[in-house]
């Protein structure tokens, strides 16, 4: 059995997982998706693999996100140790200082 059989995604347009470059795109709702799914590392190596470099897989907005390819490493590798904005679950620059997500502006980020 394929491993996007299981992914929550399935079935869900490709289109609302290719988000226009910011400030203009927003990939809150694709995020949800990866949120809940069960198969992030299975979409984080077929990723890796194909060379994609723009949209959101397993979780990774590929063309916002900073060190997008080594998120997705560390998410193959089963390693998830990024921080993540918990409203939007957006990947978070680790070097940054501010406490608040740039795309959704939540206050409360994880330290």
């Known amino acids: 059995m394929d491993w996007r059989s299981g992914a929550a995604c399935t079935g869900i347009a490709p289109g609302l997982f290719l988000p226009p470059l910011p400030p203009r795109g927003d ?5 949800e998706y990866c949120r809940r ?6 979409c ?3 990723s890796l693999r ?8 397993a979780g990774v907005w590929l063309s916002a996100d900073r ?11 089963g390693r998830v140790r990024q921080r993540r904005c918990v ?3 957006r990947v978070l620059d680790p070097a940054a200082t501010e406490r608040s997500c740039e795309l ?5 980020v994880p330290a």
């Not at 799914?37 to 299975?42: F, H, Q, S, T």
């Open 37 to 42: 799914c069960p198969v992030l590392v299975e």
């Open 27 to 31: 990939p809150r709702q694709a995020l």
């Open 87 to 89: 409203r939007c679950w």
């Open 104 to 108: 959704c502006g939540f206050a409360e």
């Open 50 to 57: 194909a060379g994609r470099r723009h949209g959101v897989v």
């Open 44 to 46: 984080a190596e077929s």
């Open 67 to 77: 060190g997008a390819r080594e998120v997705l490493r560390e998410i193959s590798a």
